[in-house]
């Protein structure tokens, strides 16, 4: 059987139930699926169903466990200060080893760093394959590279989500969230997040039995606290590690946002059938399965009032909560499925390993 190897920097809880998935994806296709990483994200419980190596960087060590599993393609998922990336990519150029860089092409939140773009698209050269996270990164990738791009659209196992089946306001009141109709921030609180932007526009809006649920870990400005703390429709719940809870806060929600940087709410968010509102901040891959109108709203950042007048119409205007739900979960059924990502991945290996077939005859 031939092997995969991701060698990856820190595994984030999300990551392991697709690398689960990516497990048995590839053993129907022959392959086995390995991870090498430094470390796993504290706090959370892992069930890894894939076998995962964990060690810190060496270059001694790290080529002595790719000599050991003979991968036939090896994936980097690393930032460019991963400094074990340089020497291994380079050795495994040297050693006829198929490389895929799975990357969003350049930082998205800053797409113009000359010094960076030198170096993303040197990689961009090195690789044998490239999965981008949607099509929109496409643009990043220099035209004689472009014969190398896979799809891999980025998105969650939502196999592996708890199933959920009490209706809104029977999870409301299992949880004791007091509001009629529910705002929820889920993200890690830091600037990009834009957290000022909604406490502003929360403190504005003009619909009676609305409550704002904060979640996530991060620290507050003593501004961002003292709002909160004065304000009896605002709920901060922190970090919430247990799954389960955190799914069926999203699933009792009326409208998800994340005003800045989002990821991969909005995708978690239209799994459950709840529209998303965001603004157009320099954005992550994820934006691709938002359409504004259809399944959630994209404000104008630079006009004061936008972004509260759409999460405000949003809450108002039942009919239309209503048939953006049912856009978001036919967004996920269509273009978010983990099978959708997979394939990306599948189709780059399937590149190197003919092109690698092509060189050795």
Known sequence: MKNILLLSNKVFHYRVPIYNYFRQAFLKEGYDFRVLTNEF??????????????????????????LEHNPSAVIFFMHLKDWIM??????????????????????LQDPENIYKNILYRYLHNLSDAIVLYSPNETKYIKPENRYKISIGYNTLNFDAFPSIGKTKEGLKKELNIPFKKVIL??????????LDLLLEAFLDIDEPDVGLIIVGSGCLSNEQESIIKQTPGILYLGRVADQVKFNKLVKLSDVVTIPGKSGLAINQAFFWGVPYVTTNVRQSPEIWYL???????????????????????????????????????????????????????????????????????
């Not at 994200?41 to 790719?66: L, M, N, R, T, W």
């Not at 340089?86 to 930082?107: E, F, Q, S």
């Not at 921030?185 to 830091?190: E, G």
């Open 86 to 107: 340089w020497p291994m990519i380079h050795w495994l150029k040297r050693k006829h080893t198929p490389v895929i860089y799975w990357n969003h092409g350049v930082n």
């Open 41 to 66: 994200q504290d706090g959370f419980e892992h069930q890894a169903d894939f076998e995962c190596i964990v060690e810190q960087p060496s270059f001694a060590k790290y080529k002595s466990i790719v």
């Open 185 to 194: 921030f889920p993200a890690r609180i830091n600037p990009a997040r834009k």
């Open 291 to 361: 359409i504004d109108g259809y399944n959630g709203f994209l404000a104008d950042v630079n006009h004061k009032y936008d972004y509260k007048e759409k999460l405000e119409k949003i809450l108002k205007d039942d009919d239309l909560r209503a048939k953006m739900a049912k856009n978001a979960s036919l967004t996920v059924r269509e273009k978010a499925s983990i099978h959708g990502m997979f394939s990306g991945f599948y189709k780059a290996v399937r590149f190197v390993n003919r092109q690698s077939e092509k060189l050795k005859k």
